[in-house]
């Protein structure tokens, strides 16, 4: 079993839709969580973090974490046709010595928004 | 100019071959990596490195190795390239300060890699 799962899709909406991308994990370590957005022939970049539980928004970005499920969500209010990418969630233990700042992603989540 | 960069940005190879990719950044970073990326398995790290001593193994690093030659250059070798080795090639840099940033990490264009 994926330290971290996330269903690749792809996922495909309309316009002004409200996006909800998961990903859930199993190692309780993970203290950090992140989401990267990524363009076609592009490297990654990150969006948004969190650490530990709850909530954090960004615009029409909102990062959800639920450690005692495991679960973390990105939502996108108001989507819109630049928001097309795939989305990978990442995640860090908390930990110091070799491991600090290592990050385990998940598989990335490709989404389509039509006009 | 981009902060990290990555050469070539595609590379056509045949079985059998060595093949070096890489990475220069101007980001001033001690922490820098090497990942793939394939359709449905995400990105995966084949190697890292925390300063220009200190490399380590990935959850992939089978028929691959690393050379630091800076802290501003790490590159990449496939010493006998293998058609299972074509995927997508990301370098990335991250910083070493504390705080939830630190987490951050700055990737290259990344570099096409075929293996006929």
């Known amino acids: 079993q994926k330290e971290v799962e996330q269903d690749p899709g792809p996922l495909s909406v309309p316009e002004g839709a409200i996006v909800s991308l998961n990903c859930t994990y199993s190692n309780s370590a993970f203290q950090y969580f992140m989401w990267y957005r990524q363009y076609s022939r592009k490297g990654p970049e990150l969006l948004m973090y969190t650490y530990s539980s709850g909530n954090k928004e960004d615009g029409r970005f909102t990062a959800q974490v639920d450690k005692s499920s495991k679960y973390i969500s990105l939502f996108i209010r108001d989507s819109q046709p630049s928001d097309s990418a795939t989305y990978l969630c990442?995640?860090?233990?908390?930990?110091?010595?070799?491991?600090?700042?290592?990050?385990?992603f998940g598989q990335g989540t490709i989404l389509t928004v039509h006009p | 100019d981009a902060d990290v960069t990555q050469t070539p940005r595609n590379r056509i190879t045949k079985t059998g071959k060595r093949i070096m990719l890489e990475c220069s950044q101007t980001k001033g970073h001690d922490r820098m990596y090497w990942y793939r990326q394939d359709p449905g398995l995400g990105l995966r790290l084949i190697y890292y490195s925390f300063d220009v001593k200190d490399i380590n193994k990935g959850e992939i690093s089978d028929g691959y190795s690393v050379s630091r030659q800076a802290q501003a250059k790490f590159s990449l070798s496939l010493e006998s390239a293998i058609p299972n080795q074509t995927a997508l090639y990301f370098c990335a840099t991250s910083d070493h300060g504390g705080g939830p940033r630190y987490n951050e990490q700055f990737f290259g264009p990344g570099t096409r890699l075929t293996v006929l």
């Open positions: 990442a995640m860090s233990a908390n930990a110091g010595g070799t491991s600090y700042g290592k990050l385990t």
